[in-house]
T-cell receptor
Framework: DTGVSQDPRHKITKRGQNVTFRCDPI?????LYWYRQTLGQGPEFLTY????????KSRLLSDRFSAERPKGSFSTLEIQRTEQGDSAMYLC??????????????FGEGSRLTVL | KQEVTQIPAALSVPEGENLVLNCSFT??????LQWFRQDPGKGLTSLLL?????REQTSGRLNASLDKSSGRSTLYIAASQPGDSATYLC??????????FGKGITLSVRP
C-alpha cells in the first residue's frame, strides 16, 4: 500500500492551455474523489467515482473540466482552456466503499496548478 | 446545505499546553466526521474518524469528540509540541461519503 499518488505535483501553465492531472488511488479502494482547494479555504468537492462510474459532479465542475476513471483504477482530471481562476490545489482521495469504513477518505499530496 | 465552521482561524500556544480545536456543522444528518492535518503545500493526513454512532475517538495525544445533536466536534491535543504546528481541518461526511470541510485552524506551537 503506497497511498494515493498524484502527478504532477506542480504544474505551471499559460492561460488558455489544457492540463491533465492523474491520480492513482490505494489499490483496493473502489471510490475515488476529486477536490479543489484554494488558498485559505477548505477543500471543495468536485466529483466522485465508484469503480469506473462517475456518480456525482459538483456545479463547480464547469464544462471545461472533465474527469475519467476508465478501468476503475487510476483517474484523470482534465481542464481545458485554463483560466487564472483555476489556480488551486487539486486533491484526489480514495476510500473503500460499501463497508463500515466507507467514509474514511485517504488523500494524496495534491497537484498544484498555477495559471499565468 | 451543510456548512462547517472552525473558529478561530488561527491559534498560537506555547509548547506543552493542552488545547482544544472546535468545529461546528449545521446539518446533524451526517455519516461520520473526520479530522485532518495539513502541512503547508501538502495534502491531507487523516487524524481521526468518528462514525455517527460514536461519541469519541483517541489516537495517541489526540482525542476527538462528536455531539451530533448539537452539531459540534472538538479535537483535543495534549501536551502540544512544535511538530504539531499545521492546519487542522474538520470535515463531515454526507451521502456517498462526500465530505464538507471547514476552512481549518492554523495552529502554531511556540518552543
Amino acid at each position: 500500500d503506497t497511498g494515493v499518488s498524484q502527478d504532477p505535483r506542480h504544474k505551471i501553465t499559460k492561460r488558455g492551455q489544457n492540463v491533465t492531472f492523474r491520480c492513482d488511488p490505494i489499490s483496493e479502494h473502489n471510490r475515488l474523489y476529486w477536490y479543489r482547494q484554494t488558498l485559505g479555504q477548505g477543500p471543495e468537492f468536485l466529483t466522485y467515482f465508484q469503480n469506473e462510474a462517475q456518480l456525482e459532479k459538483s456545479r463547480l465542475l464547469s464544462d471545461r473540466f472533465s474527469a475519467e476513471r476508465p478501468k476503475g483504477s487510476f483517474s484523470t482530471l482534465e481542464i481545458q482552456r485554463t483560466e487564472q481562476g483555476d489556480s488551486a490545489m487539486y486533491l484526489c482521495a480514495s476510500s473503500l466503499g460499501n463497508t463500515s469504513r466507507a467514509g474514511e477518505l485517504f488523500f494524496g499530496e495534491g497537484s498544484r496548478l498555477t495559471v499565468l | 446545505k451543510q456548512e462547517v465552521t472552525q473558529i478561530p482561524a488561527a491559534l498560537s500556544v506555547p509548547e506543552g499546553e493542552n488545547l482544544v480545536l472546535n468545529c461546528s456543522f449545521t446539518d446533524s444528518a451526517i455519516y461520520n466526521l473526520q479530522w485532518f492535518r495539513q502541512d503547508p503545500g501538502k495534502g491531507l493526513t487523516s487524524l481521526l474518524l468518528i462514525q455517527s454512532s460514536q461519541r469519541e475517538q483517541t489516537s495517541g495525544r489526540l482525542n476527538a469528540s462528536l455531539d451530533k445533536s448539537s452539531g459540534r466536534s472538538t479535537l483535543y491535543i495534549a501536551a502540544s509540541q512544535p511538530g504539531d504546528s499545521a492546519t487542522y481541518l474538520c470535515a463531515v461526511a454526507g451521502a456517498n461519503s462526500k465530505l464538507t470541510f471547514g476552512k481549518g485552524i492554523t495552529l502554531s506551537v511556540r518552543p
